[in-house]
Nanobody, 116 residues
Framework: QVQLVESGGGLVQAGGSLRLSCVASRIIFTINALGWYRQAPGKQRELAAV???????TYADSVKGRFTISRDNAKNTVYLQMNSLKPEDTAVYYC??????????WGKGTLVTVSS
């Protein structure tokens, strides 16, 4: 079983930055994509950013130009650099790994709160 542990959330003022990290408990050799999702209060979980094994990245329109997803295979870690944060970015951010075999792993989430 793989465990994903997110960190780096917290309280920040609008316009500030945070860097989220997600560490996997072991190496996964059949990764298809790593992603960050978020769920704001009263809303459905949505994709924020995803990076594939070929390092192709996809971003939600709402975060394009402000968020950057990256990965460090040697550290089993995926990052989400979030700049120019807005109050509407407030959410619980979840790390996700999808394997080529169709398995999906989720972390427990880290809370990001952006004050105006």
């Amino acid at each position: 079983q793989v465990q994903l542990v997110e960190s780096g959330g917290g309280l920040v003022q609008a316009g500030g930055s945070l860097r989220l990290s997600c560490v996997a408990s072991r190496i996964i050799f059949t990764i298809n994509a790593l992603g960050w999702y978020r769920q704001a209060p009263g809303k459905q979980r949505e994709l924020a950013a995803v990076i594939t094994t070929g390092r192709t990245t996809t971003y939600a329109d709402s975060v394009k130009g402000r968020f950057t997803i990256s990965r460090d295979n040697a550290k089993n870690t995926v990052y989400l650099q979030m700049n120019s944060l807005k109050p509407e970015d407030t959410a619980v951010y979840y790390c996700n790994i999808e394997t080529a075999l169709g398995t999906s792993y989720w972390g427990k989430g880290t809370l990001v709160t952006v004050s105006s």
